[in-house]
């Protein structure tokens, strides 16, 4: 079975311009999780959608940041503008909603902003 | 906010020796989940815990679930080079919602 898959793997983008990640979740599984890993702050969850609708999305750093899921099998990230310290790695992960459920993350996006 | 306390954050240790880190907790989780992240990858799944008191094992790695739902351990027997990475717990609070730990870094020296 193909994991959660992200895209793009790495990018570079200059201060200011529009960023946007994506997420194609494992089938079959409903939950969809956001996360940034840094250094100083380790994980965090951005947001998390169930059944395509947001659940809580209080883990948004700002309102430059938004996240959609307009069907079971896409999401984005998007930053718009961003700065240099939206640098991070931002994970997503999808789980499917059942009792012991576990969560499964995809290989990451690499953004810089310089 | 609810947070999960790791310790140790990192260990060097010599191969073959055996390992052991853990989360902490001031509230209380449903479900317990250890992972290992590589440089360059995202966090992978080495064990799930369901229930209170459940001691797990996968290969060399034993966890523990504690009696509390507070807290967790992780333990490596007989560690190897390619035990490198960060390990992260995280804990399940209500449905949908993971809260990690901020890694455990282990280092085996060979």
């Known amino acids: 079975d193909a994991g959660v898959i992200q895209s793009p793997r790495h990018e570079v983008t200059e201060m200011g311009q529009e960023v946007t990640l994506r997420c194609k979740p494992i089938?079959?599984?409903?939950?969809l999780f956001w996360y940034r890993q840094t250094m100083m702050r380790g994980l965090e969850l951005l947001i998390y959608?169930?059944?395509?609708?947001?659940?809580?999305d209080s883990g948004m750093p700002e309102d430059r940041f938004s996240a959609k899921m307009p069907n079971a099998s896409f999401s984005t990230l998007k930053i718009q503008p961003s700065e240099p310290r939206d640098s991070a790695v931002y994970f997503c992960?999808?789980?499917?909603?059942?009792?012991?459920?576990?969560?499964?993350f995809g290989e990451g996006s690499w953004l810089t902003v310089v | 906010g609810q947070q999960l306390n790791q310790s140790p954050q990192s260990m060097f240790i010599q191969e073959g020796e055996d390992v052991s880190m853990n989360c902490t907790s001031s509230s209380i989780f449903n479900t317990w989940l250890w992972y290992k992240q590589e440089p360059g990858e995202g966090p992978v799944l080495l064990i799930a815990l369901y229930k209170a008191g459940e001691l797990t094992s996968n290969g060399r790695l034993t966890a523990q679930f504690g009696i509390t739902r507070k807290d967790s351990f992780l333990n490596i027997s007989a560690s190897i080079p390619s035990d490198v990475g960060i390990y992260f717990c995280?804990?399940?609070?209500?449905?949908?919602?993971?809260?990690f730990g901020t890694g455990t870094r282990l280092k085996v020296l060979a």
């Open positions: 995280a804990g399940q609070v209500g449905t949908y919602k993971y809260i």
């Open positions: 089938s079959g599984h409903n939950s």
């Open positions: 992960a999808s789980t499917r909603n059942t009792a012991g459920n576990t969560i499964y």
């Open positions: 959608f169930n059944n395509n609708v947001p659940i809580d």
